[in-house]
C-alpha cells in the first residue's frame, strides 16, 4: 500500500492496550488514550487483531479490532503469517525480556524515574535484572527485582543492555502521574467491589493494567489494593500477589483491617411462586422481550438475579436450560432476597450471557479442552455470549476488562437469554 492510503483505527476505549503481538499472552508496549488514530498495516490469521502504526515508536504493535472504530477499507491489509508471529516473544519467557547489567560498584534502584524518587535498594556492580518498561524520556529503565513487591527504576547510561529494548513497554506520562501504581503481572486479575472473595466480581483486568492505588485492605488471607482502573465507573479492589507497585510509594496510603470491612452473607437463594392462574416467563426483563414459557400458578423458581427497576426477577425454572426472568409482583416470594444479584443495565444489555454457576470455571483460549486454559472464572462472573464453537458445547464470551474473547463450556454455566441470532463460528 502507498503512503497515506491505509485504513485507520480510532481507539474507544478511555484507555486501550497495545500489545507486542495479537494477543493477552504478548507484553504491553503502550497505552493509547481515547482517540488516537494510527495506520493499519496488517490483520492476524484470525482477523481480530489489527497491526498498526504508532507516532513515536519504532515498532509495529497490535490492537483488539472490537474496541476500534475503522475508517477505510481493509480489503488490502495483509495478513500477518502465523509463521511471522511465532518469531514475537510471549510475555515472561526465558529469555525474552532484555537484561541490563549494573555498572558502578554500588548503584541506587530508585521508585520513579528520577532522582527526586526515594531509593528502594541498591545493587552490586554485575547484577543483572530484566527491563520491563522505559520512562518518557527514555533515561530511566523500569526493571524486575527479585523478592520485591515493587518494580524499580535505574538510570539507563549506569547499565549494560544486551539486546534492543523492542518488547519493552514504553510507559507514558500519563501513567508516570498516576501514583503510586499497580501493574497487573498476571495473565488476568478479577477486580471485587470489597477486599475479599466474598465480594462480587465487578472486572476482569487483562496483564499490563496500569492502576492508581488510592488504598490498602490487610484483610486475611490476602493483602488488597484499592485501585482506579481506566474505563471503571469506580474503584475496585484487587490481591496484591497478582500485581506490582510500578511507580510510587505506598507512604500515606489509607489503610483498612478486616474489621473496616462487612461481606456479604453466604448467598442463599429465595424462592419465587407464580400467583396467577398461568404467567409468562419471558427472556429479558420487560415485556419487549420473547416469552418462552408460560408456566402454571404454584411453581417455584430459585432466584439469581433482580433486574435494576426491581419490577423483573431472574429465575432457574426445573427443565429449562437458561435463566429466564419473572414479573416479581405476580408472585410470592419465600425467603430474604437481601443477597440476590442486582442486575445492572449493562449485564442486562449483555444478553445473552452466561453466569458462572455453581463454582468455578476455567475459560480457554478455545472451544476445547485441547485449549489452553487463560483464567479461572469464579462463581458469579457474568459476560457477554459473542460466538458458539463447532462444537455447540462451547461457548465464546467478552469478559469486561480483556482484550479478547474466552471459551467456556455450556455445561459449567447458566445460560441467559436466548441464542438466536449468535455466530457459529469455525476454527
Not at 481507539?11 to 495479537?22: H, I, K
Not at 429465595?270 to 429479558?284: D, F, L
Not at 471459551?407 to 441470532?421: D, M, N, P, Q, Y
Amino acid at each position: 500500500m502507498t503512503p497515506g492510503s491505509h485504513p485507520q483505527a480510532v481507539t474507544q476505549p478511555q484507555s486501550m492496550n497495545a500489545r507486542l503481538g495479537p494477543g493477552l499472552a504478548y507484553d504491553v508496549i503502550t497505552t493509547l488514550p481515547q482517540g488516537t488514530r494510527a495506520n493499519i498495516i496488517g490483520v492476524d490469521p484470525r482477523g481480530e487483531w489489527y497491526q498498526v502504526e504508532l507516532t513515536g515508536l519504532d515498532i509495529p504493535v497490535w490492537i483488539y479490532q472490537s474496541l476500534v472504530a475503522v475508517e477505510g477499507s481493509l480489503a488490502n491489509v495483509p495478513t500477518v503469517s502465523a509463521e511471522e508471529l511465532s518469531k514475537l516473544p510471549i510475555s515472561g519467557a526465558t529469555g525474552s525480556r532484555p537484561v541490563a547489567t549494573i555498572q558502578p560498584e554500588v548503584m541506587n534502584v530508585r521508585i520513579g524515574p528520577g532522582i527526586d524518587y526515594d531509593v528502594l535498594t541498591t545493587l552490586p556492580q554485575g547484577t543483572q535484572v530484566q527491563v520491563v518498561g522505559i520512562d518518557p524520556s527514555g533515561q530511566w529503565l523500569q526493571v524486575e527485582l527479585d523478592g520485591f513487591s515493587s518494580l524499580g527504576w535505574v538510570y539507563r547510561d549506569l547499565v549494560v543492555i544486551d539486546c534492543p529494548l523492542v518488547n519493552v513497554r514504553r510507559i507514558t506520562d500519563t501513567e508516570i502521574s498516576r501514583q503510586p501504581a499497580a501493574l497487573v503481572q498476571t495473565y488476568a486479575v478479577f477486580a471485587y467491589s470489597g477486599p475479599g472473595l466474598a465480594y462480587d466480581i465487578v472486572a476482569t483486568i487483562p496483564g499490563g493494567t496500569w492502576a492508581e492505588i488510592i488504598a490498602v485492605g490487610d484483610c486475611p488471607p490476602n493483602i488488597w489494593y484499592q485501585i482506579i482502573v481506566p474505563g471503571l465507573d469506580e474503584p475496585v479492589w484487587v490481591i496484591r500477589d497478582f500485581v506490582k507497585v510500578a511507580v510510587g510509594s505506598l507512604a500515606g496510603i489509607p489503610r483498612y483491617g478486616v474489621t473496616d470491612f462487612f461481606p456479604p452473607a453466604p448467598d442463599d437463594r429465595p424462592i419465587a411462586v407464580t400467583q396467577p392462574i398461568t404467567m409468562n416467563v419471558r427472556s429479558g426483563p420487560g415485556l419487549e422481550y420473547d416469552v418462552v414459557a408460560v408456566v402454571p400458578q404454584g411453581t417455584q423458581a430459585r432466584i439469581f438475579g433482580i433486574d435494576p427497576s426491581g419490577d423483573w426477577i431472574l429465575v432457574e425454572l426445573p427443565g429449562h436450560n437458561s435463566l429466564v426472568w419473572i414479573y416479581c409482583h405476580m408472585t410470592e416470594v419465600r425467603g430474604s432476597v437481601e443477597g440476590v444479584r442486582r442486575v445492572t443495565a449493562a449485564e442486562v444489555a449483555a444478553q445473552p450471557a452466561v453466569l458462572v454457576q455453581p463454582g468455578a470455571v476455567y475459560a480457554r483460549s478455545g472451544p476445547g479442552t485441547e485449549h489452553s486454559a487463560t483464567a479461572l472464572l469464579p462463581r458469579g462472573t457474568w459476560a457477554r455470549i459473542t460466538g458458539i464453537g463447532p462444537d455447540p458445547q462451547w461457548l465464546r464470551i467478552q469478559l469486561p476488562g480483556l482484550d479478547a474473547p474466552v471459551w467456556v463450556h455450556r455445561g459449567a454455566v447458566k445460560l441467559i437469554g436466548s441464542l438466536t441470532g449468535i455466530p457459529h463460528v469455525t476454527q
